[in-house]
């Protein structure tokens, strides 16, 4: 069994700043990327950003240079530096891992259970 949590949403006005985090822990055998998803009031579940277990980053054009994705594979632990947020940013955030869990041949992709930012002044 693998659980995902995610930690740091909350209520922030525009221009303010957030962070959250996120841990995996269980059956893992290893993790190719890890990253964050958004899904905002009555839209589709978009990626805003992954990191793999290579070092590189990725980001959905429109939080380049407000976001930032970091942390530590190896330890299981993704975070999202979120500056600059904006009403647009509201949503549901999802933490995501694509892992080894040992019960299939590939990779399988976990999901947190989503932590809520809301952008509002």
């Known amino acids: 069994q693998v659980q995902l949590v995610e930690s740091g949403g909350g209520l922030v006005q525009p221009g303010g700043s957030l962070r959250l985090s996120c841990v995996a822990s269980?059956?893992?055998?290893?993790?190719?990327?890890m990253g964050w998803y958004r899904q905002p009031p009555g839209k589709h579940r978009e990626l805003v950003a992954f990191?793999?277990?290579?070092?590189?980053?990725n980001y959905v054009d429109s939080v380049k240079g407000r976001f930032t994705i970091s942390g530590d594979i190896a330890k299981n632990t993704v975070y999202l530096q979120m500056n600059s947020l904006k009403p647009g940013d509201t949503a549901i955030y999802y933490c995501?891992?694509?892992?080894?869990?040992?019960?299939?041949?590939?990779?399988?992709?976990?999901w947190g259970q989503g932590t809520q930012v809301t952008v509002s002044s």
């Open positions: 990191m793999t277990s290579g070092g590189s980053r």
């Open positions: 269980g059956s893992i055998f290893g993790i190719n990327a």
């Open positions: 995501n891992a694509m892992l080894y869990d040992g019960r299939s041949p590939g990779e399988s992709h976990y």
